[in-house]
């Protein structure tokens, strides 16, 4: 009997002890994605959770919340237990709604930590096989050709890809008609079989599609080449330095939680999202593997909330 009880005592002092040193509360740690599984917030999460859980020597797990562009998610986390259990994975839509949806029932910026950024995913310019053009100056010189101007798909109105074919316009001239479909998938499937000529995506939505031929790559709106797609320019190569448009993944704590925890978080995950393995993966997926500390998190957050608040602004963006 007094062997259990010395058995058991030790196991529950290894455990706090173990949650103490990794600057946790040491619950298990569920980390919301507010996205349907597949997705690329989903995979960035499961990515990152299982050497998570190691490092931590808590169980990590993945939990898909989607609905309402991930609000329904972000807001779960927003009201969750300050104690570093429950953390949000997201992507740079976080800093987009709040400009999309005045009702808005969490505040983006304050109501939760930045803990840290995972990806930098810069999005790509993609056309279908069949239009008769092989780089941005063919396209400006045959959509100024068009008399109804050029169609161009998006996953949403609001979207990354949606405000960044507005920027492609203003930036070349061109008349830009905008084609909404409910997801990337759908606009997809539409360039490739002609019905719309062009989109953008983040680079790891169309990675396969482009290796494959069906889509063809005109250029990358990142300041410098993907090594995925080395022969593909970039739009600051091709004198369009407005261009610089990407999606992003990140990590995000409650508000209130210590500054330890998140601090710990961050240093996990930054040590994470450098190993080899995981590097590999966010490469695989089109992705550049960031991880930051949550003060330079924070400034980032706060500097793209701006950006593409000023774009949603500038090109009267309106939810349908």
Not at 158 to 175: C, D, F, K, R, V
Not at 190 to 197: K, L, N, T
Not at 283 to 293: A, C, F, H, K, R
Request: charged share 15%.
């Amino acid at each position: 009997m007094f062997k259990s009880i010395l058995t058991l005592t030790l196991l529950l002092f290894s455990s706090a002890t173990l949650a103490a040193a990794s600057g946790t509360s040491g619950k298990p740690i569920r980390i919301v994605a507010p996205f349907a599984a597949g997705g690329s917030v989903d995979i960035v999460a499961r990515t990152i959770a299982e050497p998570l859980a190691k490092r931590l020597g808590q169980p990590v797990v993945v939990e898909n919340k989607s609905g309402a562009s991930g609000m329904i998610g972000a807001r779960q986390v927003a009201n969750a237990a300050p104690d570093g259990s429950t953390l949000l994975a997201n992507s740079s839509i976080h800093v987009i709604v709040p400009s999309l949806y005045p009702d808005i029932t969490y505040d983006a910026l304050n109501d939760l930590i930045p803990v840290s950024q995972i990806t930098l995913v810069p999005l790509v310019l993609v056309a279908a096989p069949s239009l008769p053009v092989n780089s941005v100056e063919d396209l400006v010189t045959w959509g100024k050709q068009q008399k109804d101007g050029v169609s161009y798909a998006s996953a949403g109105n609001g979207s990354t890809p949606h405000l960044a074919g507005e920027m492609l316009g203003e930036a070349t001239g061109m008349s830009m008609t905008h084609v909404p479909y409910k997801g990337s998938g759908a606009a997809m499937i539409d360039v490739m079989g002609g019905q719309v000529p062009i989109m953008f995506d983040a680079l790891t939505a169309v990675m396969g599609q482009i290796k494959t031929g069906s889509l063809k790559p005109l250029a990358v709106a990142s300041t410098t080449r993907s090594p995925l797609l080395p022969d593909v320019p970039t739009f600051e190569e091709l004198g369009y330095s407005q261009m610089d448009l990407n999606t992003w993944h990140g990590i995000w704590a409650p508000k209130g939680t210590s500054p330890e925890i998140v601090n710990k978080l961050s240093e996990t995950i930054r040590d994470i999202t450098h190993l080899p393995e995981v590097a590999e993966r966010i490469s695989s997926l089109g992705g550049i593997p960031v991880g930051n500390t949550p003060e330079e998190f924070d400034a980032f957050n706060r500097a793209e909330f701006e950006k593409w608040g000023a774009m949603i602004k500038r090109f009267n963006v309106k939810l349908e």
